[in-house]
């Protein structure tokens, strides 16, 4: 029996979440064992370090991972061709990249231990899966044709190795240095069977051709600045609590944003598997990026709430029981924080149907106003408040960029979506009340309460089985790509 493109794409999202909540789930050893290992202080000189680094690592995609994935999938671009292009393009600008992170820490002042630091982690700006980084290069045959669970396995076993590494490192007393250059270098063999395995799936045919660089980079560099936007706004809360706070506070700061930031891949990876389809439907006149768009709304949103329930009711736990009581300060930083991971999961759904629609400058225009909120909130509430100051300038520019979003929805696409997001929002208010509100702990109110947000989901219509089913049903016709 032919595997349908929903089944493909449904098969396609589960195995990246999987892989990644996996992939998580040693990462979050590899936290718990850092922060048992290094002083608050020492972990906010990690987490400024690392943050500044994936910063920069967003200047080496400049969104041509998302827009080749795009065009090949629409058939504009061969696919030989385009994965070479993008493999040069991206070596290159992570190259100057590299260059240009140290230039700039050297030119603020920074003392010499953050720049040997910073040395040593920007090697993860070529070798690691982590972020934005070269070796995502290499994804771009799989996404196109739905076999992300290739990299998801190699990724895994990364993460494995890091571990071990990691906890070696450890047991030799080995210093910050030794640890960041370690994290960076162990990337190397998933890097290389990566790339043997991608080049296999499409063989890029590389070329010395400037103008259809400059072609590429015309479509990709609206959605490398929205990236940049989305990048600056996730710096500037550290930036400013490193100018106006404590080595400490950062530590208090990143150990939350880490935690929420790990469930960012739920609606990339859907999203990102959505994407091909959403993009051959955008050319055709049968079909448009509204179906792909309410699918991954919805999808979002049943997935959102719950999240937000569990992390906010259960934050001390989850801090004290992953770093230690030393880390308490971090639960009501978690709480405030998980509330901006859910406006992240809207946010993604309408950037990449923005992008299959071929309008990636609207996702400039909201991440940049995203920015400019966090800078303006930020700036005014982190000196008198610190950390939580930090946490409220990460949640309140999302809820911002929700509502632009919304706005430029009905606007461009004539689509309104207020009345599905009020429904979910009602349902999820009705479980939040009645988790609240019943005589029972919390280990046994919460199932409750998200059993009747799935339940009144269901009643109203907001989530039709009978949809889903005829998406993952038979299809009369299944066309098949040449690559």
Known sequence: MAITTGKRILKNSLSVIAGNFLNKALSIAILLSLTSYLSPASFGRYTFVIAYTAFFGIFTDLGLNTFLTKEISSGSIKPSTGFGHAIVLRFLVTAAT????LLSLLLMGYPADILWLAAASSIALFLSFRGLFFRTVFNIPFQVHLKMGYPAVINFLNELLTLVVVLWLIARSATLFSII????????????VLAFYSTRLVRPKIEFDIE????????????????FMEGVFIIIPVFVLSLFSSDEAIGFFGLPFRLVSSLWI?????????????????VTTKASVSQGFSKGLKL??????????????????IITVLAGDGYSAAAPVLSIMIWGTFMYFINTVFFYTFTAAGRQGLNTVVW??????????????IPPYGVTGAAVGFVAPLAIGVLVNLLLARRVFTMNVVPVLSRFLLSGLLALIIVTVLPFNRLASLPVGLGVYVVTLLYQGTISLREWNEWLGPEKVESKKTF
Request: net charge positive.
């Open 266 to 282: 739920i609606p990339v990876a859907v999203m990102m598997s959505l994407l091909p389809r959403m993009s051959l439907d955008a």
């Open 300 to 317: 979002m949103l049943l997935a959102g709430l719950p999240a937000v329930l569990v992390t906010d009711y259960f934050s001390l736990p």
């Open 181 to 192: 250059l370690g994290m960076a270098l162990v990337n190397l063999p998933g890097f290389v």
């Open 98 to 101: 590299t260059a240009i992170l």
């Open 368 to 381: 940049s106003i995203i920015s400019l909120a966090s800078v303006l909130i930020c700036v005014i509430l």
């Open 212 to 227: 259809a660089w400059w072609r590429i980079l015309k479509g990709s560099l609206p959605l490398g600045a929205a990236i």
